[in-house]
């Protein structure tokens, strides 16, 4: 292994890497990360190719977590928003990835905000979230509680909220309400997994 003497570095480092099983993983996810960009409909794009590396890189750097679905969608969100506008000779204009910025983006979430813990082996700290939600909801909001055994017949939160806490609203709102999100995830980046919970609590008393 050569030395390696930047960030820059070490974000190719692991970019080289290359397991079958996480190739394959974070392929199937790339069509369906978020289907109203053009871009991450074709999976030879820039955009696709960016999304790409940046999750590869850092599943070879966090080999414990590797790659979980859902992290697709917070790359891409940080791609959308460290992309750049470039002319070419003719005039025309493509996008261009920022894909070393976005890594360590990505680092930062999953490493200073602890959102790793979300995504290790079992999900145990997701699941314990769950059950926090799950005790406050049948002892809160009853009703509520109620519709969801009727819809789901299991008291298993998973589905009603696993999407919003995993990709941290991310799946549920890029289409529909981009601009609502982009202060979510500001806040995010900021205070964690406090400013998810803070929303989900407002979203039920809305209910």
């Known amino acids: 292994m050569q030395p390696i003497h930047s960030a820059f570095e070490l974000y190719n480092h692991y970019k080289s890497f290359h397991t079958p099983r996480i190739r394959y993983d974070i392929h199937k996810d790339l069509h369906r990360t978020d289907t109203n960009n053009v871009d991450l409909r074709d999976p030879e794009s820039e955009a696709s190719k960016a999304l790409y590396n940046v999750l590869n890189a850092y599943s070879h750097l966090d080999r414990e977590v590797g790659y979980v679905q859902s992290m697709n969608f917070i790359t891409a969100w940080i791609l959308k928003f460290t992309r750049s506008k470039h002319r070419r000779p003719d005039g025309t204009y493509y996008l261009k990835y920022d894909e070393h910025q976005t890594f360590w983006i990505l680092v930062h979430i ?98």
């Open 110 to 207: 999953m490493r200073r905000l602890e959102w790793r813990e979300i995504f290790k082996p079992g999900m145990q700290r997701l699941m314990r979230h769950l059950k926090i939600l799950e005790e406050l909801l049948s002892t809160t909001y009853i009703d509520l509680f109620n519709h969801v055994l009727r819809e789901t017949d299991d008291t298993n939160l998973f589905p009603v909220f696993g999407s919003f806490i995993l990709s941290v609203f991310i799946s549920d709102l890029q289409s529909k309400y981009p601009k609502i999100l982009i202060h979510i995830f500001d806040a995010f980046l900021i205070d964690g997994e406090e400013v998810i919970f803070t929303l989900l609590l407002k979203i039920l008393d809305t209910q």
